[in-house]
Nanobody, 125 residues
Framework: QVHVVESGGGLVQAGGSLKLSCASS????????AGWFRQAPGKEREFVAA????????YYADFVKGRFTISRDNAKGTVYLQMNGLNPEYTAVYYC??????????????????WGQGTQVTVPS
């Protein structure tokens, strides 16, 4: 089972940007479907974005369309989430999930995948 690690979180002022990364130190995730989820305090974990292993198919939650971009560099075995125009509503722990199973249900199938420990994104009000 692959283990993934997220990085790139931090504190950013409203209107700022962050780029999250997800990779495995054990083996490349270049053949895995991957996605990003988030969990805000007191709320359930929710889907943010997903990409198939090739990067040709992507899915986004409505609340990030036009603001976030998921991408991947399979040569580096890394999946990214570029987040622009952040505001306090985006404060959450962001998790990467990967799965070798087919990407279904607009990316929601990744809930059954392998998760990282998460990276905190904080946008102060």
């Amino acid at each position: 089972q692959v283990h993934v690690v997220e990085s790139g979180g931090g504190l950013v002022q409203a209107g700022g940007s962050l780029k999250l990364s997800c990779a495995s130190s054990e083996r490349t995730i270049s053949t895995y479907n991957a996605g990003w989820f988030r969990q805000a305090p007191g709320k359930e974990r929710e889907f943010v974005a997903a990409t198939d292993w090739s990067g040709l198919t992507t899915y986004y939650a409505d609340f990030v369309k036009g603001r976030f971009t998921i991408s991947r560099d399979n040569a580096k075995g890394t999946v990214y989430l570029q987040m622009n125009g952040l505001n306090p509503e985006y404060t959450a722990v962001y998790y990467c999930a990967v799965d070798s199973a087919p990407l279904l249900s607009g990316g929601l199938s990744l809930f059954a995948g392998t998760w990282g420990q998460g990276t905190q994104v904080t946008v102060p009000s």
